[in-house]
């Protein structure tokens, strides 16, 4: 035991800061309302009979859900139950971020990425943190990926297949979780290929099969059928296919649009000085040690000042722009060819704009050390020191900015499910809709354009199919769908918010889009309450 402590000093270091960022900042977010709340509040509804594909709209992987509706059935239905898994998620995450730099970099270095790792992930508050974000399927996801790299890195290293099946294995978990592994997934196929042995080809697709098959299975012995899972592959090519999706990918880097041409030359110019800045400290050195020290001080500083989000937008077209002229360097080094693939195969949504205020925190970090790792394979290893300098610098910066973000997340809201912390706006509008939802002992109520976390801190049931109008959904189901569904249906309560829904090009629902909705609400519905502190809430009555 004292051999591991010396050994892993630095991990076990790595999981104090991870415990000490938890305790800060998990319960402490700036969204409790839009895209967040399906994986809180489906699994309650798993418990409760409802099936995934089958009664419960659902257009992502099952595992997740399912999972969690197995931690609701043995730690209770909480927000510490997922605040918990989650954080044992981001601890995994950190863990196995110094895992994979430590194949590459010095144990310094790989304690640094694994900081940087903490301050984006962790301290986040945010929707893609690491402890409750938009979607534990892509937390899930992530760290099956992480240890599936790393697994896969030790079979290039070692040639032992069981390493390789473990990889698989993974792969086939991130799948199960977020479809948007499927590209990591061929290429862990592609590694099993490459070997050309049949037997671990097999075994690979095997050890892939298992937990999508374990998962798949349960839903069909539950009365899924393949129509229900036809008629969600048309929902979802549908949504593909929607304008006001294309229109929200394209403000979120993951469709190109023209503001790229501008901002990845600023961002790599600035980025590049400040990196180059501390690499021509570094190197100052050998000759005068006062004025290494006057200019890495000077750059990192400056780092410390000027790193944004924006800063790194360009890494990924970058990275893959050098790996076209690095050939010669992976025939040499089959790990860096595998790190490289590996991370352009899961930062589909993220190539364009990488950034850790996105979908690109969940590979934010392993991009930065693919980055590294391919530049520093062509030049001295001492500039290592640069890189730990300018990634400590860039941890700093963001877990000040985080830190700055999270003074205004101190409204609570308490109810017997658990505790979050919010803006003070979304904060006392949803402790008065809570408030009134007990007090008129509401069973059914719909709230729009999201709010399926205050379904579940109300202990309330949404609609399990209609749950969401978001712009996305209302222009690929249609307002005569919704219209005709619930002049049926007639559920007892609706609550509509002045939620911003801008990114997907309509702001306001009622006034941007869904009117015929609104209409139809409002001739069959009596409006019986108002709440409005910036957040407004507008609640109708069944007539």
Known sequence: MREFFINNKLLILLWVLCIFALIIFTGHYSNILLDVGREVYYPERILEGKVLYKDLFNIYGPFAYQWNALLYAVFGKKLSTLYISGGICSIGIVS????????????????????????????????????????????????????????????????????????????GFCAANKYDFLLYALFVFGVACFTKNIRYILNAITCFAIVPLIS???????????????????????????????????????????????????????????????????????????????????????????????????????????????????????????????VLSVSVKSFLSLTPMNYGNYCFVISLIAVFALALSYIDKKYQKAVLIFMAATALCFFARFSYNRIYLKTKIEVPRGTIYTNAEDGNAAVELLGYLKYKKVKNVVIYPEGLLLNFLSDTNSD???????????????????????????????????????????????????????????????PVEGIDYGRRFLIYNRE
């Open 96 to 171: 196995a971020i110094y895992l994979i730099a430590n194949k590459f970099f010095s144990k310094s270095l790989s304690f640094v990425f694994g900081c940087l790792t903490i301050a984006t992930g962790i301290c986040a508050p945010h929707l893609f943190n690491f402890t409750f974000p938009y979607s534990q399927a892509m937390l899930f996801g992530t760290v099956g990926f992480l240890y599936s790299l790393f697994f896969i890195l030790k079979f290039s290293e070692t040639k032992d297949s069981k390493f390789l099946y473990i990889s698989a294995l993974l792969a």
């Open 216 to 342: 798949f299975g349960i839903l069909f012995l539950q009365g899924v059928n393949f129509v229900h899972l036809l008629d969600t592959a048309q929902v979802l090519s549908n949504i593909a296919k929607s304008d006001t999706l294309k229109y929200f990918y394209s403000t979120q880097g993951i469709f190109f649009n023209k503001q790229m041409l501008t901002l990845w030359p600023i961002s790599a110019l600035k980025t590049l000085f400040l990196a180059g800045g501390l690499f021509c400290g570094i190197k100052l050195f050998d000759n005068n040690r006062i004025y290494g020290w006057t200019v890495t001080s000077l750059f990192t500083i400056l780092t410390v000042i000027f790193t944004t989000p924006a800063n790194y937008v360009f890494v990924l077209p970058a990275l893959l722009l050098a790996s076209l002229f690095s050939i010669k360097k992976f025939r040499e080094n089959s790990r860096l060819l595998i790190l490289v693939l590996a």
């Open 464 to 526: 399990d199919y209609y749950n969401s109008m978001i712009p996305l959904y209302e222009e690929v189901f249609g307002d005569e769908r919704y219209i005709d569904y619930f002049a049926q249906k007639r559920p007892e309560y609706f609550v509509l918010s002045n939620l911003n829904t801008k990114d997907y090009y309509y702001e306001t629902i009622c006034v941007n889009y869904a009117i015929p909705f609104c209409k139809f609400l409002a001739a069959a519905y009596r």
